[in-house]
Structure formats: structure tokens, C-alpha cells
């Protein structure tokens, strides 16, 4: 009898699907896919370091554009030029969703990493602002791999491993956004930093923003080769098959229930965005999402703006090299953090519990960075490397437990489009946080004596402000569990 119930109970697999491929090698191998994590590692990070590597010179390349008058209005033109990378990306993202919920994640993930290596080539040669905005732009048009790679690591591994895949996703992009920043800081204007390597008569003096720009779009090549080497994680049964479903059949005593929901399938279409939109655990993950990548986004471009202003603006005077080897360290302190503590953690606390937290306890941090701006010397590098590798570490965790809720909202076949509805509002809030806060800092700098929160302090406030929103929506009833 146990031997009958075991064959009824034993799942399903097509030949050739190659969703049911990788389910029958996780079914056998069940220890972590080393492999297929490092593809996930190298394409989270292509699809992250494009995004804010250009924070540290965007303030030096607006001001070589000439279009800004006076140099308080400099960032006020820079958010022009963040914010049109995500209204891109908000403009297609349910399409390359539906996309890869249709031909599969792999072809999405191959068009996203080549369109790095075109667009932010030609960025990097950008001669006006309106060149730059529509390289930024079509570079956000495809730019459609986050989606895609964060169902994809929800499919490639075992069940018990699913948090281990998303943190090794974020923990990429977090990576990404802390390394894409510390490369443009090294990086730009090389004729006037290393002139013993790069003449003045050289590409690079010409165009002093296209190296940074070049290396990243070098390693988007690397990645974009790799990828032919990912194995599809798709079901794509055949189509005339009345017993087929978008995943692998699980009971033959149930054949019969199974032709029914079938004739059903193909009488209704596949499930709509509409049914998405009414899944309120996965609605409520994606407006908390939101929320915190608005405040994500305006935190890496005020951060950046504040580091190289002037002092008698409130701001660190560092150089762009000094900015990103601040971001340098901060990156290598956050890989060790995901590596090593946050599985852990996460297992304990639940990744609702890990991303209030972490929201709560970047409140106070953030406040301080006024503080800091006073400091100099050895004492100000120390504190503002702690300060910036703790702030980039709890956004990370923030980031990673969100991302293993919302993928664990939906079943597979639902992931693709549930990604590209995420992406879509996520990039909408990420276009508006660029712009608001280039002219939000660009306001802090024109009212350092004023009576309530004077210069650059109003930034941090608001900052702070978006981030006890975020909080506040991390509690029932409005956020819950699939």
C-alpha cells in the first residue's frame, strides 16, 4: 500500500522541458548549486553596477556640460540624468516580465546583459546632457535582468536553499551599487589622475568620463558569454498535450482533475495580470519594495553629491577617488555580512522581522551624517567608512528579505510577470528619487542658515521620513505573508 501511494505521489517529467530538467537534477542533488549561484552572483552584478556608477562624477560631468548656471543648481540638472535610467526601465519592465514568463528567463537575461555593453559604452562618450539622458534611458529600456534573475534563483536551487539564492542575488546588486560608484570614482577623468599611463591626447582625456564606462561595459561582455551556459528553468511542456500545466504534473491518481483544470487553461489564458494585482501579499511586498528603493536610490545619489560639495556647503570636500574607496570598503564589508551572518539571521528572525529592523535601525544612523560633515582627519574616515558600510549593509538586508517575499507570493509560472509588475513601480519611484533628491540637496545648499533644519539636515530628514513610512507598512494588517 505505501508502495502504491509513493508511485501515485511521484512527480512528473517531460523530456526535453528544460524546467523539468533542473527540477529532476534538484530533485537528486540536493546540496547548494555552486554553479548556477556564481551565474546569478555575475549577472546580478552586471545588471547593478551600470545604475550608480556614475554618482560620484555625475556632479563633474553636469558641471562640463555647462548647462548649470550657478553651482548650487548642479544637482538639481543631475537628477535629470539618474532619473532617466528607471523611466526606462519602468516603461518595459512588465514586457521583458511577460517575456521571460513566455520564452523563458535565459533570452531576457542575454538581451539585458548586452544592452550594458552598447549603451553604457556610449554613455561613457556622452558629449551634452541630452546625450546622456537617452543613453541612460535606453540603457533603462533593457535593462531587464533583475526580474528574470530573481525568479531564477527561486528556481535553480532546492526549497531550503531559496533565501540563500536571494541573498546571494541582492547581496550582488548591493554589491553592485557599492562597487559601480568606487569603479567611477577610480576611474574617471584618467588623464588627469594617472598621467604617466594615459596621455593628454589620448581617448580617455578627450572623453574623461568613458573608462569607468568601458570597464564595466568589458565586464558585461564577460557576462553576457557566460550566460549561454545557464540551463532555462522554464517548464515548456508541449502545447498540445491536454495534461500539461505550467509546472510538472505531481499525482497520476489525479489525471482526470488534472484534464479538467486544463480544459480550463486553455478556455481562460493563461493567469492574467489582473489575478496578480489582486494578490494582496504580493501587492503589499511590492508597495513596501517601492517605498524603500525610492529611499535607496535618492541615498545613493545624495550620498555621493554630499561627499564631493564643498565644506562650506555642509559637504565632506572629497574627491571622487576618495568617495569611492569609501564605497569600496563599504562593499567588501557587505559581502562578508551576506556571506557569512545573514542566512543565519534571516533563519531566525523571518525576513519580515530582519527588514523591519533594519529599516528601524538606519533612522538613527542616518541622522548622524550632518554630524559627521563636521569631523576631519583620520577621525572622519573612520567614522564615515563604519557609517557607510553599516547604512549599506542594513539596506541589503532590507532589500533580500523583501525580494524571498515576493517570490515566494507567486507560483512559478506567475514569477516573470510578478517581477516585471515589481520592476515596473519600483523603477516609477526610483525615477522620482534621483530628480527629488538632486533638487532637494540642491535646495539644502541654498539654506545653510536657515532656522529649522538648515542645510543639508533637511535632506537626511526627509530620508528619514520615507524610511518610518517603510516601517510603518512592515506591520499587519497592511503587509502579510503569502
Not at 531564477?152 to 541573498?167: D, I, M, N, R
Not at 568620463?209 to 561582455?221: E, N, T
Amino acid at each position: 500500500m505505501a508502495e502504491n501511494r509513493e508511485t501515485l505521489l511521484k512527480k512528473v517529467y517531460y523530456n526535453g522541458c528544460p524546467g523539468c530538467e533542473v527540477d529532476r537534477l534538484k530533485e537528486s542533488q540536493q546540496q547548494i548549486p555552486y554553479k548556477k549561484f556564481l551565474y546569478i552572483w555575475v549577472v546580478s552584478l552586471c545588471t547593478a553596477l551600470p545604475i550608480s556608477s556614475l554618482f560620484p562624477y555625475m556632479y563633474f560631468m553636469i558641471r562640463d556640460f555647462h548647462i548649470a548656471k550657478r553651482e548650487e543648481d548642479i544637482g538639481f540638472y543631475a537628477g535629470f540624468v539618474g532619473s532617466s535610467f528607471m523611466i526606462g526601465r519602468a516603461l518595459t519592465s512588465v514586457f521583458w516580465g511577460v517575456v521571460a514568463d513566455r520564452y523563458g528567463r535565459k533570452p531576457v537575461i542575454l538581451i539585458g546583459t548586452i544592452s550594458v555593453v552598447i549603451f553604457n559604452t556610449l554613455f561613457g562618450l556622452s558629449t551634452s546632457l541630452w546625450m546622456a539622458v537617452s543613453m541612460r534611458f535606453l540603457l533603462g529600456c533593457f535593462n531587464c535582468m533583475l526580474g528574470p534573475i530573481r525568479a531564477y534563483a527561486s528556481e535553480v536551487c532546492h526549497e531550503k536553499y531559496h533565501a540563500l539564492g536571494q541573498s546571494i542575488a541582492s547581496t550582488s546588486r548591493g554589491i553592485g551599487f557599492i562597487i559601480g560608484p568606487a569603479i567611477g570614482g577610480f576611474f574617471v577623468q584618467p588623464a588627469e589622475k594617472y598621467p604617466n599611463i594615459f596621455s593628454d591626447n589620448s581617448l580617455f582625456a578627450r572623453f574623461p568620463y568613458f573608462l569607468p564606462c568601458l570597464i564595466i561595459s568589458i565586464f558585461a561582455l564577460g557576462a553576457f558569454i557566460s550566460c549561454f551556459w545557464i540551463p532555462e528553468t522554464l517548464h515548456m511542456h508541449n502545447r498540445n498535450n491536454k495534461e500539461e500545466s505550467y509546472d510538472a504534473l505531481e499525482a497520476s491518481s489525479h489525471r482526470s482533475d488534472e484534464k479538467e483544470e486544463m480544459k480550463e487553461t486553455e478556455q481562460t489564458g493563461p493567469p492574467s495580470r489582473l489575478s496578480l494585482l489582486r494578490n494582496w501579499p504580493l501587492m503589499s511586498t511590492i508597495i513596501v519594495y517601492c517605498i524603500f528603493s525610492l529611499h535607496e536610490i535618492a541615498y545613493a545619489e545624495v550620498f555621493s553629491l554630499w561627499a564631493v560639495s564643498d565644506r562650506k556647503y555642509g559637504g565632506l570636500g572629497f574627491s571622487s577617488q576618495s568617495v569611492g574607496e569609501v564605497l569600496a570598503i563599504s562593499g567588501f564589508g557587505l559581502l562578508l555580512f551576506q556571506l557569512f551572518l545573514y542566512p543565519s539571521i534571516e533563519k531566525f528572525l523571518g525576513p519580515i522581522m530582519v527588514s523591519r529592523l533594519a529599516a528601524v535601525l538606519s533612522i538613527p544612523l542616518l541622522s548622524s551624517y550632518p554630524f559627521i560633515a563636521r569631523l576631519s582627519g583620520f577621525t572622519l574616515q573612520l567614522v564615515i567608512n563604519c557609517a557607510s558600510i553599516l547604512k549599506n549593509v542594513l539596506s541589503v538586508v532590507t532589500l533580500t528579505g523583501l525580494f524571498i517575499l515576493l517570490n515566494s507570493a507567486v507560483p512559478q509560472h506567475q514569477r516573470g510577470a510578478a517581477n516585471g509588475i515589481s520592476m515596473t513601480l519600483m523603477s516609477t519611484f526610483k525615477a522620482i528619487g534621483p530628480a527629488g533628491g538632486g533638487s532637494l540637496f540642491s535646495l539644502a545648499q541654498k539654506r545653510q542658515h536657515a532656522a529649522f533644519l538648515p542645510g543639508d539636515q533637511i535632506v537626511f530628514f526627509i530620508l528619514n521620513v520615507i524610511t518610518a513610512v517603510e516601517v510603518v507598512l512592515t506591520f499587519k494588517p497592511f503587509l502579510t505573508r503569502p
